[in-house]
């Protein structure tokens, strides 16, 4: 049994013992590995997936919920359209308990420089096909006690439930084929002069030629050891559930709703996941000095009022430098990373929920947990096979938005996997855009 925590997830029964040899590796068990692993498996591929901890046991369990395309970057709509419809497929396969619900999401305008922003953003996503408009917010938040009047609305967006969603992808990744170890670290890609030729775990070594590399925060550590740069830092981010509301109560709001500082959603057990989006902590370590040049404009904008702080991570990471075994030893050490919830994130978000909803003052919270978040200098993700190195594909950087798109990406991530053609093109993702492009970043909320 291992230790955690955070929000309980769904289990998931993997193989006991390692393959001498895959088609495909995929390393990391959250919804971007498991989705390849999905895909991958369902073409009659060989593909095993590493997984150091239990499935979905990191950002896949630990998230909001929320499967969104309303504002999200341009770059990402062609994609998120692809992850929607494998949403609709996998919901309809599996049913009710994967909690997926086209329940809306509504970001509130709270200056009218906003609202102007929600209306381009509405025509750009028009113009691609995407249901959005300008909504009412009385209409969506009857019990909201605050004077905004317009939100950025986007009907088809929904919810599902993270406790369960990876972990039931990966009981059909097992069913199609796919070989699962879950507590098996990869401590290292091995390469020779043609490209990839393994992978050393924890239980031996794998032969492989492909690896798709989706560990979330700590894909920057392994690359690092092919001696390949990924500019990635890891953002805190705290959340809490409620518990089940009153029939009353839940008419206050339906959609999921973000004011800009709280953002909230109703869970399928009846209760709210709750956070606040305005409070980001992110631990020194030698990657932030590493890349900090590359995260200066993000730091100036999108993740203005992040807060820097000295923490256990800064230790962890800086031993990561002194011995090449610390890494091997921090995988299996946190088989789930299991960060301390930011408590005076959490205050705020009970300060504000009784202060915006006042039928909701008295909610209890039953329950708190962290996650770290992974992300990159433009906020989007690498979906890429490195020309350095071939056979090496990366999934990672999803920068708080990997869950709703993820089944999108793992249809992108296989794809790249074996050579065919993607549905979506995939240019803005590439992996070498931090060295050969300027780096674009988009806020629309
Ligand atoms: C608080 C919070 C709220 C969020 N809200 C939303 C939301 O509402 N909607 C949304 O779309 N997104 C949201 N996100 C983001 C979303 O959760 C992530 O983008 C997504 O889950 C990333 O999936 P992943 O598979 O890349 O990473 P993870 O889920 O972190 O999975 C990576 C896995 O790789 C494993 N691993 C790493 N290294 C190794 C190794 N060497 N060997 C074996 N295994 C390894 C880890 O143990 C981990 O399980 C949120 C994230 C957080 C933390």
Known sequence: MIPNRGPAVLGVTGATDLPAAADVVVIGGGVIGVTTALELARAGHDVCLLEKGVIAGEQSSRNWGWVRQAGRDLRELPLSKVARSRWQALAEEIGPELGYVECGIAYVARSPEQADRHRRWVAEATRLGIRAEIADVKTLAPGLNADYATALYLPGDGRAEPQVAAPLFARLAIAAGATVLQGCAAYEIERDAKGISGVRTERGRIATKRVVLAGGIWTSALLHRLGISLPQLKVLSSVCRTEPLSPEQRRAFSSCLSLGDLALRHRADGGLVAANSDTMVAEIVPDSLRYLRAFLPGLRSTFRGMKLRIGRGTLREL???????????????????????????????????????????????????????????????????????????????????????????????????????????????????????????????
């Open 319 to 445: 031993g990561w430098l002194a011995s090449a075994g610390a890494l091997e030893r921090s995988l299996t050490r946190h088989r789930i990373l299991d960060p301390t919830p930011d408590a005076t994130a959490l205050a705020r978000v009970k300060d504000r929920l009784a202060d915006r909803f006042p039928a909701l003052a008295g909610l209890q919270r039953e329950q708190a947990w962290g996650g770290m978040i992974d992300v990159t200098p433009d906020a989007i993700p690498v979906i890429s096979e490195v020309p350095a190195l071939p056979g090496l594909i990366i999934g990672t950087g999803f920068s708080g938005h990997g869950f709703g798109i993820g089944p999108g990406a793992g249809v992108a991530l296989a794809a790249l996997a074996t050579g065919a053609e993607s549905e979506v093109d995939l240019a803005d993702f590439r992996f070498s855009r931090f060295k050969d492009g300027r780096l674009q970043l988009q806020s629309w909320l």
